[in-house]
């Protein structure tokens, strides 16, 4: 018994005149803003009327008191994030947690190397 033969065949594959998905796409491309973590917050409804009372003294000051309290923000969520790492959670619950990629929570927070030591000079 024979086998037919079949000709003008197509297989898909990496040869001449082959195309990918990623190349076949087409239309408009949409830009991305800028992530959530980076966005400015909305601002709450009594603050610009209360900041708008104040003298330059005194905005001043209220600028050192919010960035210090930025600060202890900042460092706290640190120490958080390295023992929920610590803790075997993995950066895709982190990140949905921060409101941002797992990739951007993962740039900006890991701050230990495979072999757990510190490395303060490189953060991703």
């Known amino acids: 018994?024979?086998?037919?033969?079949?000709?003008?065949?197509?297989?898909?594959?990496?040869?001449?005149?082959?195309?990918?998905?990623?190349?076949?796409?087409?239309?408009?491309?949409?830009?991305?803003?800028?992530?959530?973590?980076?966005?400015?917050?909305a601002e709450p409804a009594g603050s610009v009327q209360r900041v708008s009372r104040l003298s330059a003294t005194q905005a001043l000051e209220q600028i050192e008191q919010v960035r210090l309290a930025r600060d202890?923000?900042?460092?706290?969520?640190?120490?958080?994030?390295?023992?929920?790492?610590?803790?075997?959670?993995?950066?895709?619950?982190?990140?949905a947690r921060l409101g941002v990629t797992r990739q951007a929570a993962r740039q900006h927070y890991q701050r230990r190397h495979k072999d757990g030591t510190s490395r303060p000079d490189r953060v991703a």
Request: without cysteine; glycine residues 14%.
């Open 72 to 95: 202890e923000a900042e460092a706290e969520l640190g120490v958080l994030i390295d023992h929920a790492v610590g803790l075997s959670v993995g950066w895709p619950e982190i990140a």
């Open 1 to 41: 018994m024979q086998t037919p033969q079949v000709t003008g065949v197509v297989i898909p594959g990496p040869h001449a005149g082959f195309m990918g998905r990623s190349r076949r796409r087409s239309g408009r491309r949409v830009k991305h803003g800028r992530p959530s973590w980076q966005q400015e917050p």
